[in-house]
């Protein structure tokens, strides 16, 4: 945590010794509200709210009485009964474009959506175990022209021990804090708001926008290398080889049976499979690969672990009987020696950046702290994580999870990765070419793959099956050739063609201007609703009239994400 803590008194109305209610005009649109049964407000930093204190905060006029109060800004203005906050009691109107009157109303409001945690076993948007239709969490967007994201329950940071902390209780009632976004239909403002008190998302290094190779199999390092010379010599570039669990001791290894462990959780190199960890890092590197590193630390650390006596002398823990440490993500001295010695020990033998693979919930020892938020990397600000809430976006890249081979997976996940920027949160990264169940069906991987070329991290991963299948090399005829080419170079088709015509079609929206197909070159006239039909080997691709697309001249492009040695246009 490295932002100014306290709200400053400058733009706050209320919180007085005697007042619930207290409200802070962060932006023209922006008002923080806040009702503490108590009278005690809360002035630490949110894991949403983190920078608070940076916020500008704009001119606005205050008219209060006995029992009203307003507040006016240039884009809303707010009316108050001074009462708990209730739907006639606190509202307000939006000006401009929507004249849009908001009430409170804790949830059910228009919104056009944020993200969500995970689509673990989703089937599109149906969980397979219960067959319900997942709700994504809201943003700060609405066609209403305002939205209100409730900051009650998430964790706090203490600046002075830069950690976490729990939030205040009260035996005479729930504390609300919310924040209303009032900006009409001035969306890029709105998230321009939501940063400016949330914090910018990092720039991400070059090298992770583009390839990535990860797949859940018990690969060696003689064959993951002889894999990634094979896409070498496809011709198909790679920047990221990622390694899922089977890097380290598993359930098949006698240690891990002897100590009664699934083998989920690991840190040592399974030596058999990779017999000097360090120099086939080394090899990676020489092929100008960054290397991740797959981690389900629920588990905690073993006794058959290389480093658990050195972690047990750190924490003062018991070691004679050879139980695990807990896994303890609230713990400082926990998380310091995870990362100075488990993780740092990986770090040295070459491991760029980590797969923070979480699957167990959002419970921790301390109410309201989600343990994906201990997620951290020692060399990059990436870590490879699913979504932890708002404020996420301070920590790319997003996984989202082990997703369902299915066509409705496909046509849910371009909605939910757009939908996700109503959150600020901008780097998505699926399981390109599906991950679980279904079948083979060579048409749906060219579509998953044109989606995933498109996408913000394209990341090839799926689980140890032998009909899903990947690699371009072993897709034979038309949907093979046209995998290296997506791979080469890069409103998503997400229907299986039509068997008669041989096409795919997808009903889509340009905004008003005029576009050009970027493979086929054929002009459209924007502002209107349209069917598009394409085969298989294309994807309607529009660039605005005039758009300068610069590209790699390099036929096929090096290994490693950099800049190129000149470009095309």
Request: aromatic share 14%; proline share 6%.
């Amino acid at each position: 945590m490295d932002s100014a803590a306290l709200t400053s008194r400058e733009g706050i109305v209320g919180g007085g010794k005697d007042d619930h209610y207290r409200f802070t005009v962060l932006g023209d649109g922006l008002i923080r509200m806040e009702w503490a049964p108590d009278c005690i407000f809360e002035d630490r930093p949110s894991s949403f709210a983190a920078y608070r204190n940076d916020a500008d905060t704009p001119s606005f006029e205050v008219k209060e009485t006995h029992g009203k109060l307003e507040i006016i800004t240039q884009r809303l203005h707010l009316t108050y009964n001074k009462r708990e906050f209730t739907s006639h009691g606190l509202y307000a109107l939006i000006f401009g474009f929507t004249r849009s009157l908001w009430c409170f109303k804790e949830s059910g409001q228009p919104n056009l959506g944020g993200t969500y945690k995970t689509l673990d076993c989703i089937d599109g948007k149906i969980y397979i175990d219960d067959g319900y239709d997942i709700e994504l969490e809201p943003g700060v967007l609405s066609p209403k022209g305002y939205a209100l994201l409730d900051d009650s329950r998430s964790l706090l940071f203490d600046d002075k021990k830069r950690f976490v902390e729990p939030r205040r209780t009260s035996e005479m009632g729930d504390r609300l804090d919310f924040y209303l976004f009032g900006y009409g239909h001035d969306y890029h403002d709105a998230i321009k708001a939501l940063y400016s008190i949330s914090g910018p998302t990092p720039i991400l290094p070059s090298w992770a926008l583009r390839n990535w190779w990860s797949r859940y199999y018990d690969y060696s390092a003689q064959s993951y290398l002889e894999h990634v010379d094979r896409f070498r010599s496809e011709g198909i570039p790679l920047s990221v080889a990622v390694l899922d669990m089977d890097w380290h001791l598993n359930e098949t290894d006698k240690k891990v049976v002897e100590a009664g462990q699934t083998g989920w959780t690991g840190y040592i190199w399974n030596r058999e499979l990779f017999p000097e960890p360090s120099g086939f890092m080394k090899e990676l590197h020489k092929r100008k690969l960054r290397t991740s590193l797959n981690d389900h630390p629920a588990d905690g650390i073993h006794s058959y672990e290389d480093k658990y006596h050195e972690m047990a002398i750190r924490l003062g823990f018991d070691a004679s009987e050879n139980k695990p440490i807990p896994f303890d993500c609230v713990d400082p001295g926990y998380l310091q020696a995870y990362l100075d010695i488990i993780i740092k020990a990986l770090e040295e033998d070459g491991c760029d950046f980590i797969w923070m693979d979480w699957q167990q919930g959002p419970f921790s020892w301390l109410k309201d702290v989600d343990p994906l938020w201990s997620a951290k990397s020692n060399k990059y600000p990436l870590i490879f994580s699913r979504f932890g809430g708002p404020g996420s976006h301070r920590y790319p890249v997003g996984f989202s999870g082990d997703t369902v081979i299915s066509w409705a997976s496909l046509a849910f996940q371009p909605e939910f990765t757009a939908t996700a920027s109503g959150i600020g949160y901008g780097w998505w990264s699926h399981d390109i070419r599906r991950h679980m169940l279904g079948a083979r069906d060579d048409e749906l991987t060219v579509r998953w793959t044109q989606f995933g070329a498109l996408s913000p991290i394209l990341r090839l991963h799926s689980t140890k099956n032998r009909w899903i299948t990947k690699e371009p090399w072993r897709i034979q005829d038309a949907p093979g050739r046209i995998l290296q080419d997506l791979l080469r170079f890069l409103i998503p088709i997400t229907e299986p063609q039509k068997q008669t015509l041989r096409l795919a079609k997808v009903k889509g929206w340009l905004p008003p201007g005029t576009f050009v197909d970027f493979q086929t070159g054929t002009v459209y006239r924007g502002n209107r609703t349209l069917w598009m039909s394409r085969t298989m080997a294309n994807y309607p691709i529009f660039l605005l009239r005039g758009a300068i697309v610069p590209l790699d001249e390099a036929l096929e492009p090096e290994n490693g994400g950099g800049n190129p040695s000149g470009l095309e246009y």
